[in-house]
């Protein structure tokens, strides 16, 4: 074994650091472990934010865990399931959403609990290739306490990176002792594991299939042993985690039928389809060195990013491919011969698990904080080490041992403030869109969004006071902002849409929506809600062919997008509307089951039943969900209940509820 | 020195949610938001 403890100089300075009697294992790494838990508990009394509603709190989905097996094929993807192209992260959502429902703080609990478990199992990782406890104490501390990890630990539906890092870490371990397993059996039960772990880890996010690379690395420069194992045994050891990633990947080609979920070149989303590869990438760069100082010195954090292209004869590409690139030939020359096998292991260990999210395959964002989550855990490792190797010289001058510590403790205080301070941000959709609006102002999606969030802010009551008034003005801002930025972004569109509702110009509202749809790649189900509903109030047509043409529209939605509950919503407001109490019924049924917590869906319900003249199952259902009408403005559940009241006490139960049989202001029946 | 190694550990919180507090900034709250865009 090679380690600080075998070099002369270093075991001297393990001596004079480390004292005699030191705190156990177990109370080191769970002190630790507490410290970050304790860090990160603001984050409980964080909401439902961002991708939230559309993965978790109006997704369907998770309420038919009978429906999970169609992951498995292309059918999942057919009906737009969020997420489909990621199974292991729906089946871990319907696991949850089972057990927790809707409860934000347990939620967030789960999501600190699989970072809290990340942290471990690397450490663990560590300690099986024969790190020191220093060491793996340090690496538990640093990506603890990332700063840069507030977006991936405070958002719920984020959770994905964190799962997806814990299985490839459990992978990763497995397959390290597979490598040092003494019997056959043994090794064939830990690759076994090993496969597994990575094809979940993989399906969970793909971002985490370059994790074999990071093992091999890990293995090959063998930081703490004298000689790294024989590469035909590290090679059979591996293989079983490249067959989990293979595993993953065909199941993305058999349910998707390519590579990447996120479709072909007519997704203007991809900004890659904008302006080509080449400006990307030479963005990418830029971003990488972005993501290398915010890991190592935390400012520039931000819930938005504008993308945008870039020459490679721009001054700040040159430097940042660079810099990037003389990393690599450092990492590469440390690795040959085994010279500085640590900071091989760090740096291209990070430089590997980038290499997903590195746009050389469009995504959807070309930059965001989450997508660094695994990719920082080498670096936190090479910089504990680097803060281990200051603290040991000032420890000796001083004769302090605990002073070791000290550049670790205050580069763990500095990223945990900003990391505490930071996840505020994403403790509501209103406060990450004023922000990513502020840091973010050439962002359309940010302009946009901070519109919707201002639309929504409305005190439902005071639909036409100067307050509302001045938010809508204030939203058209943002959305004129939104659109000359990007034209094309389906969000700008849908924002003046929203502006045209709330001003109730239905025709413009229309338009925009149409153009909104056209734009559209997915996640339509908002844009087509919407459209069905303002096509019902189109002026300048005849009653019947609105009605038509707006059950028309939510029909195709629905059968487009079968889990969407504001689609069903929409839909039994509509069939209320044009007068199918039926119909009605059926679709607010449909959109209970697929999420009972959604107070909107049973205030309708309530709502149709009182107006076909049910008050006795408005008043039954008054009293089943009061529950879930606690969420509602107090003054729409008080108009309930007392229309519920005057209804029964207008009707008398023997008129069978009907206005045509009975004296209205009597209540008493005619019949 | 277990004692003394908590001490440590709390005293660290202690001082990373001042230096929080001391990042942190305000911001205007549009919390009120809704569930849907929607009219019952």
Redesign the interface.
Known sequence: MRGPSDNPDEAADDAATS?R????EA??LG??L??CA??LLPILAFGFVYDDGWTI?ANGFLRQPADLPLLLSDEAARRHVPDAFRPTLVAFDVLAYQLLGLLAPAHHALSIALHLLVCWLGQRWLGILGAPLDLRAASVALFG?LALHAEAIAVISFREDLLAAALAFGGAIAASQALRANSARRRGGHALAAAGLMALAAAAKMSAAAAPILWWIAEAAAPWSDAPLPWRRRLAAAAPLAAGVALAIGHTLLTHGALSPYGGPGNLRLFANRVGVGPVLAESTVIHLGYLQQALLPFGLSPEYVDRGASWGDPAVLLASAALLALLAYGLGALRGRRRPLAALAILGALALALPTSNLAAMPNMRADRLMYLPSWPLCVGLGALLLALGRPLARALRSP?LAYLPL?LM???Q???????A??Y?????I???AARRAPDSARAQALLAE?????R??EESEGPETRRLVSAARAHCRRAEALDPLDELSHLCFA?VA?ARQEWATAEHRLRRALELSVDRSH?II??LA?VTLDLPGRSEAERSARALEIIDAGLREYPYAV?LW??AG?LRHRVGDPTGADAALARAFALAPE???TS??TI?VALDRGDPARAIELLDERHRVLDAAAPG?RAALERRAWDHSRLFSPTSGGSLLLSDPSTGASLR | ??R???T??LL??M???????????T????????????A?
């Open positions: 004292g009697r030191r705190p156990s109370v080191i002190g630790l507490g410290l304790v860090v709190t306490l605990s403790a763990a205080i500095l945990g403030s900003v990391l505490q301070a930071s505020q941000v403790r509501s959709n209103g406060a869109w004023t922000v969030a201002l639309l929504a802010s005190e439902r929203r509702i908002r809600a919407a509903e504001e919503v929409a407001r959604r107070w909107e205030a309708l709502e729409l | 020195m277990t003394k190694f908590l440590y550990v660290a919180a001082t990373i949610a001042a230096g929080s507090m001391a990042c942190g900034q911001l205007s709250d549009l919390d009120n938001g809704d569930e849907t865009d929607g019952t």
